[in-house]
């Protein structure tokens, strides 16, 4: 069975320092896909960044970047420089390609960015 | 280019009325899905589609129903609502590569009372 698990409710970062949002996630599938999601208070889902399972490299994308260890099966998101608009909810989800391409979502996590 | 879009954007119903929502996509993707999204609780697979003519059923598909005549369209619908599906609902497609992301419409928010 596929699970994730988001295990910070919600945290404190202040503008300007980088912050770590914890996902670890639960599979047997050979292949999968983990994906980060930022949701604001708006309530639109916003795709972050992709980490494919056989990636040698972490993902980066801008201030975004993926802490994929693979043998402890987490995939930590790093945000570096925060800002006051990143203050939101943050989804980690993994993607399950021998389960018919359906996606696991984690409880989420609230981060506020202090000024 | 609307991506994907839902209608309507609130709804609310008392129990036992029934509705459908609607989900439409413009970018041909061959996966669609339905989710629910409670406080705390992230978000639940209710049902989902991997092509025209396809469903089924995920994480929480109890008193719901769905439906995919069209490859651009995916509805659900709650034949007889309960308070307990009072929820925010999403729908979202995606391409069928692992590294596709899901496209997510606005949301529906529904209050059964």
């Known amino acids: 069975a596929q699970k994730i698990t988001q295990t910070q409710p919600g945290m404190f970062v202040q503008e300007k320092e980088a912050v770590t949002l914890d996902c670890t996630y639960d599979?047997?599938?050979?292949?999968?896909?983990l994906f980060w999601y930022k949701q604001p208070s708006s309530g639109e889902m916003i795709f972050l960044i992709y980490q494919g399972s056989y990636d040698q490299q972490n993902a980066t994308e801008g201030r975004y970047s993926l802490n994929f260890q693979k043998a402890r099966k987490s995939a930590n998101l790093v945000i570096s420089a925060s800002q006051l608009g990143d203050s939101a909810m943050y989804f980690c989800a993994m993607r399950a390609l021998y389960n018919f391409n359906k996606f696991y979502f984690g409880s989420g996590t609230k981060l506020n960015v202090k000024p | 280019n609307a991506g994907v879009t839902q209608t309507p954007k609130f709804r609310v119903l008392k129990t036992g009325q029934s509705m459908t929502l609607l989900c439409a996509q413009d970018?041909?993707?061959?996966?669609m899905y339905w989710y629910r999204q409670d406080p705390g609780m992230g978000l639940r697979l209710i049902h989902y589609s991997v092509g025209e003519g396809t469903t089924a059923k995920g994480e929480v598909p109890d008193g719901y129903n769905v439906s995919r005549l069209k490859k651009q369209n995916f509805l659900l619908g709650l034949e007889s609502a309960a308070p307990s599906q009072t929820s925010v609902y999403f729908c979202a497609s995606s391409y069928t590569g692992e590294g596709d992301t899901q496209y997510f419409g606005p949301g529906t928010r529904l209050t059964v009372l």
């Open positions: 970018m041909n993707h061959e996966y």
């Open positions: 599979t047997s599938d050979p292949s999968y896909g």
